[in-house]
C-alpha cells in the first residue's frame, strides 16, 4: 500500500534491551522525521534525514541511534532502552521542496517496563 | 527561547457553535506556521501552512490567519466529525529543519 507504515505497532520491552522501530514510505520523499509524543509536551523531533545517508539531531536524540541506506526506510534504534523512552513514536516524510508538509505514519506505543 | 502555547487546552462546542482555536509564538525569526489535525491513535495530518502576517488559509470549515505573534484556527459551524487534537507547529529561522510544537487544543463537538 501507498504511503508511510511504522512497525511494530505496539512494542513491549524491558529497560536495557535494545529496540527498533521501523518506517516505511513509498513516495521517494527526501525527507524523513522520527518524533516522540508524550503527554504534557508537545510532538519533539528526535533525528531527521534529507536524504539516504544524511542524518542529523533533532531537540532530544539521546539514546536514539538513526540510519538511512535507503531513501524509503528510516529506521529508528534505542540502543539501551530506559523508562524515559516510554512515549508514541511517530515517524514522518516530506519532498525536498515542501520539507514542513510533513506526512505522518500512524505511530509505535512503547512500553519500557 | 522559542515558545509555542495553544489555548485552549480543551473546547467543547455544539455542532454549529463557531470558536477560534489560538496560537501564540514566540521565536527569534519565523520561517513558517503550521496547524496540524491529530485524530485519537493516529498521526498528525498536516492543515495549513502560513509564512507571513495577514496570510489566511482555508479549508472546508476551517480558516487559519497569523499575526506577528499568534494564529487562530477558526471553525465555522462545527459538526461532529471535527473533533481531533489541533496542533500549531512553527519552525523557526535558526532551527535548521526543526519544527516546535504545541501541545494542541483538543476540540470536542457535540451533536
Known amino acids: 500500500d501507498a504511503g508511510i507504515t511504522q512497525s511494530p505497532r505496539y512494542k513491549i520491552t524491558e529497560t536495557g534491551r535494545q529496540v527498533t522501530l521501523m518506517c516505511h514510505q513509498t513516495w521517494s520523499h527526501s525527507y524523513m522525521f522520527w518524533y516522540r509524543q508524550d503527554l504534557g509536551h508537545g510532538l519533539r523531533l528526535i533525528y531527521y534525514s534529507a536524504a539516504a545517508d544524511i542524518t542529523d539531531k533533532g531537540e532530544v536524540p539521546d539514546g536514539y541511534v538513526v540510519s538511512r541506506s535507503k531513501t524509503e526506510n528510516f529506521p529508528l534504534t534505542l540502543e539501551s532502552a530506559t523508562r524515559s523512552q516510554t512515549s508514541v513514536y511517530f515517524c514522518?516524510?516530506?519532498?525536498?521542496?515542501?520539507?514542513?508538509?510533513?506526512?505522518f505514519g500512524p505511530g509505535t506505543r512503547l512500553t519500557v517496563l | 527561547e522559542d515558545q509555542v502555547t495553544q489555548s485552549p487546552e480543551a473546547l467543547r462546542l455544539q455542532e454549529g457553535e463557531s470558536s477560534s482555536l489560538n496560537c501564540s509564538y514566540t521565536?527569534?525569526?519565523?520561517?513558517?506556521l503550521f496547524w496540524y489535525r491529530q485524530d485519537p491513535g493516529k498521526g498528525p495530518e498536516f492543515l495549513f501552512t502560513l509564512y507571513s502576517a495577514g496570510e489566511e488559509k482555508e479549508k472546508e470549515r476551517l480558516k487559519a490567519t497569523l499575526t506577528k505573534k499568534e494564529s487562530f484556527l477558526h471553525i465555522t459551524a462545527p459538526k461532529p466529525e471535527d473533533s481531533a487534537t489541533y496542533l500549531c507547529a512553527v519552525h523557526p529561522s535558526n532551527s535548521g529543519y526543526a519544527l516546535n510544537f504545541g501541545k494542541g487544543t483538543s476540540l470536542l463537538v457535540t451533536p
Open positions: 521565536v527569534s525569526g519565523l520561517r513558517g
Open positions: 514522518a516524510s516530506s519532498e525536498r521542496e515542501n520539507y514542513n508538509e510533513q506526512f
